[in-house]
């Protein structure tokens, strides 16, 4: 037996609930691996599943929701893993689709897996889960668009959330100038802590688009907010600079026009850490572990365990929730 957070459906309300249950390895869903799971992580994705609705994410109930993990593996039909591997998953849709991290135990396909690599253990791994994971593909994919350290400050959208805080951390950690937004001023000294050496309120940013182009202000940027927020900086890009987008937050609209990408070559890069090639989702760890500055996640965590969960779906989708919450299952 093992304590897993299962939601259940109301067959006539249709309204989805959550409550920890125990569960037998023959109740989890086929895959060629099992992993006793260790930890796992609250995202965005995570408050819309735990939501009375499931946020349209849900395919089936009854439903495990935790759309990352860490852990070890317990059992394995495929050659490349073995007992007493260390590992990581994030993507496949994980924790919507299928079932996911808030469980003492999760079986998943082989392919899904990546092996821990050395340098960082499971709960760092973790503490930047799948929006560290979003955050490095971000910043290799400005990187691999021409983004170098000395070209000017990089731009953090929504720098205070999970992909946010570690994209700012590791641009800072790898040389860059970064200027991060937050609608919340008392987040400046955490964002400082992590490397910003520029706090942007997020109402200078968030005025409706009244000029396609602005003066040249960013070498890049993380867009992690969407909506207006976008369409404002990619009037003050750099000329030929990127945004590498990953979020939705403020929405999927996108109002505005052809002209910074005609008359100053932006690129608008997006980013989808769902379901990455295996040999990009390896490079991201191993940059992860090399490139992230590991002793500053400590800062970035905020401790949970499965009983935590619903407050803290609720919390995040509001906006209240601050760095990384890391949730040990076993706690």
């Not at 007992?83 to 079932?99: F, N, Q, S």
């Not at 404002?232 to 505005?256: E, I, N, T």
């Not at 990009?280 to 760890?285: F, I, L, P, Y």
């Amino acid at each position: 037996m093992f304590k897993a957070l299962v939601m259940t459906q109301d067959s006539e309300s249709g309204k989805a609930a959550a409550e920890i249950q125990d569960l037998t390895l023959e109740d989890l869903p086929e895959g060629e691996v099992t992993v006793a799971v260790d930890y796992s992580t609250v995202n965005y994705k995570d408050g819309l599943c735990l939501s009375p609705k499931g946020g349209g994410l849900v395919r089936n109930y009854p439903h495990v929701p935790g759309i990352d993990f860490a852990g070890t593996v317990e059992s394995s039909s495929d050659e490349r893993y073995a007992p007493g591997d260390k590992v990581v998953l994030t993507g496949w849709r994980v924790g919507e689709a299928h079932w996911g991290g808030y469980a003492q135990k999760a079986r998943v396909k082989a392919d899904w897996l990546v092996p821990l690599p050395e340098g960082i253990t499971l709960r760092q791994a973790m503490a930047v889960g799948t929006a560290g994971f979003t955050a490095m593909l971000a910043v290799m994919a400005l990187e691999d668009h021409g983004l170098k350290p000395g070209t000017g400050p990089v731009l953090v959208t929504g720098a205070a959330g999970g992909v946010g805080s570690v994209a700012t951390a590791i641009l800072a950690n790898l040389g860059y100038e970064v200027a991060a937004v937050t609608g919340r001023p008392e987040t400046a000294d955490y964002l400082q802590s992590l490397g910003a050496t520029q706090i942007v309120p997020r109402e200078d940013l968030n005025e409706t688009v009244k000029r396609p182009l602005e003066s040249e202000t960013w070498a890049g940027c993380v867009d992690a907010v969407g909506g207006d927020m976008l369409a404002r900086v990619l009037g003050q890009m750099k000329y030929g600079a990127s945004v590498a987008a990953v979020g939705l937050a403020g929405g999927a609209a996108l109002p505005a026009t052809v002209i910074p990408f005609l008359l100053r070559g932006v690129n608008l890069l997006g980013i989808d850490s769902v379901m990455q090639p295996f040999e990009n989702r390896q490079r991201a760890w191993q940059r992860i572990a090399s490139d992230l500055p590991l002793e500053k996640l400590d800062a970035m965590i905020q401790p949970a365990s499965l009983t935590d969960l619903p407050k803290l779906g609720a919390d995040i989708l509001a906006g209240q929730v601050k760095g990384r919450v890391v949730v040990d299952v076993n706690a």
